[in-house]
């Protein structure tokens, strides 16, 4: 199992970029998706989830209805589809998944390169 991330960029409050995160290996359904995001020196933070049966999302209080995380389970890649964009999004973000649904990021088994995000004007 191995996953791609990538899409981050340069990017100037307010505005929008989508993230994606290709799988390979079993079918993505079998997985719980998440994002998370670190800064240099400070903890992996969760952002988002998907459950792998209903797909039902789940998301940290701080992106809330400005992110959106979808899957493509006929591409095997799952999305987060990040709007309304803040200097304090900041971060690289990494995808990952596991067999069980949580946000503690110490909990996933299977994570993607990162990819990086910068929100500046």
């Known amino acids: 199992v191995q996953l791609q991330a990538c899409g981050g960029g340069l990017v100037q409050p307010g505005g929008s970029l989508r993230l994606s995160c290709a799988h390979s290996?079993?079918?993505?359904?079998?997985?719980?998706k998440a994002w998370f995001r670190q800064l240099p020196g400070k903890e992996r933070e969760f952002v988002a989830r998907i459950s792998r049966g209903t797909g039902a999302p789940f998301y940290a209080d701080s992106v809330k209805d400005r992110f959106t995380i979808s899957r493509d389970i006929p591409k095997n890649t799952f999305y987060l589809q990040m709007n309304n964009l803040k200097p304090e999004d900041t971060a690289v973000y990494f995808c990952?998944?596991?067999?069980?649904?949580?946000?503690?990021?110490?909990?996933?088994?299977?994570w993607g390169q990162g990819t990086e995000l910068t929100v500046s004007s």
């Open positions: 990952a998944v596991d067999m069980f649904a949580t946000t503690d990021p110490s909990k996933f088994h299977t």
């Open positions: 290996g079993r079918t993505l359904s079998s997985y719980h």
